[in-house]
């Protein structure tokens, strides 16, 4: 019976498909390419500098202002490059070491089944007696197994990595889930992940005493507090601890970034233990349509109650939905890219003007603080959430999006005066707007 060791090497064969070379070469390719779009800008600069002081009025300064956006959009593009560079090196090291364990656990296995295969060789032929041989089969085994499950928290743990740096690269390489021979996941594959590492995470729980005790006393800040399991929540559901800010928040790898947003949601929040107000009661929304693309934006507010009345905070979601999109009506995919947007969330109580939290960006990767979803839940259930307020700052990526999203709020709240929405446009470099709900 060899079913484990023959396993074993399929797993580690599994993990060895992967090249930490090719991981290697595209981070150096992601900084190649940074630097000729830093050259790129230099020589913008040079240029802009020279006309500038020919081109003055009407069209020279149309197009001085297209060198300037050019200029801009450079500088993402560098930062957006780094960033992919950055992952695909943390992708590197989790494989590295992954494959590491599997030498190890494989060269491990091979000298068990070597040891087992002369036992039953050497009863064959004489030497020694069936119960000692049956009692070394059945140790032997048990230590393959041990390294069998060991081998499998290297792979999970790569999984993980994987799962959280890939999904920051899917709209940059569009091919980070064929890295390394995994396969990209389907939101039934996803699921299947994160169920697979609930007896992993009971099990840290477990562990700990003081963190038995906090689950009982569904005391989440303090599990929250240990960083292996922090890791684990974050790495899977996507939730993470801020302790700056006393709130809990999310990455742009989380669930919902696969459900995108559809309408009926907001009719789960019994089921979910939330009680919240929100920007799309009697089925008028806050959506536009870029004209040149045809692409359609919807914006979506929330606010009030969490965790059946143990927490409260507020969300900003920013969603959108191709022409031609063959979804059901209503339902929307959380913005990627260029379409994600830059929000600073305050809570505070509208009462009395005590601010609660502020999430300037927090759960967002890299250093953009883009996001489709700005959350902030705190636990502590002596908030009344009925006294919550709301403001945030949206910074999104031209001052065309700016004005469409402005209009829009602002025949919104026109519509819906029972929403005490107030909107204002910000800066147009940065493109920014305000507001504040005191629904």
């Excluded at 070469?25 to 240029?47: G, H």
């Excluded at 656990?105 to 036992?119: S, V």
């Excluded at 609930?198 to 099990?203: E, G, I, Q, R």
Aim: net charge negative; charged share 30%; proline share 3%.
């Amino acid at each position: 019976m060899t079913g484990v060791f023959d396993r074993i090497h399929d797993l580690a064969g599994q993990v060895e498909t992967g090249s930490t070379t090719d991981l290697d070469d595209r981070a150096r390719a992601c900084r190649t390419t940074k630097e000729a779009v830093k050259d790129a800008k230099a020589l913008i600069e040079s240029v802009r500098v020279e006309l500038g002081e020919g081109w003055q009025g009407g069209a020279g300064e149309a197009a001085l202002n297209s060198l300037d956006a050019f200029k801009k959009n450079r500088d993402e593009q560098a930062d957006d490059l780094e960033e992919s560079a950055r992952s695909f090196e943390v992708i590197r090291d989790a494989l590295a070491k992954a494959q590491s364990e599997a030498r190890d656990k494989r060269e491990r296995a091979d000298a068990l089944r070597t040891k087992l295969d002369k036992i039953w060789h050497d009863l064959g032929h004489g030497k020694g007696n069936l119960v000692f041989a049956w009692a070394q089969d059945k140790v032997i085994k048990a230590e393959a197994l041990v390294l069998l499950a060991d081998l499998q928290l290297a792979v999970t743990t790569y999984d993980a990595v994987l799962l959280a740096e890939g999904l920051k690269l899917r709209n940059k390489t569009g091919q980070i889930w064929e890295l390394a021979g995994s396969e990209k996941r389907n939101p039934a594959e996803i699921a299947a992940i994160l169920l697979r590492e609930l007896p992993a995470l009971a099990a840290l729980v477990a562990k700990n005493p003081e963190l038995r005790l906090a689950l009982l006393a569904g005391d989440w800040d303090k599990i929250m507090q240990d960083p292996d399991v922090a890791q684990v929540i974050y790495d899977y559901f996507g939730f993470k601890y801020d302790e700056n800010g006393d709130f809990y928040t999310t990455g742009e790898h989380s669930v919902q970034s696969y459900l995108g947003w559809h309408d009926i949601y907001d009719k789960l929040e019994p089921v979910i233990g939330a009680k919240l107000d929100h920007t799309s009661d009697g089925g008028d929304n806050m959506e536009f349509t870029d004209p040149k693309t045809g692409k359609q934006y919807r914006l979506e507010l929330w606010k009030g109650s969490y965790g059946f009345g143990g927490a409260y905070g507020g969300e900003v979601g920013f969603y959108t939905r191709e022409p031609g999109d063959d979804h059901p009506d209503g339902y929307y995919s959380a913005a990627q890219g260029d379409d994600q947007i830059k929000v600073t969330q305050q809570i505070y109580d509208k009462t009395t003007g005590e601010v609660y939290f502020t999430n300037d960006g927090q759960g967002a990767d890299g250093t953009d603080k883009r996001h489709f979803w700005n959350l902030a839940i705190r636990t502590d259930p002596s908030v009344n959430p009925d006294a919550l307020g709301q403001r945030a700052t949206l910074e999104v990526r031209d001052t065309d999006m700016r004005d469409r999203l402005y209009d829009e709020m602002t025949r919104y709240a026109a519509a819906h005066p029972e929403q005490h929405l107030t909107v204002h446009k910000g800066t147009d470099d940065p493109p920014t707007l305000s507001y504040d709900w005191q629904r």
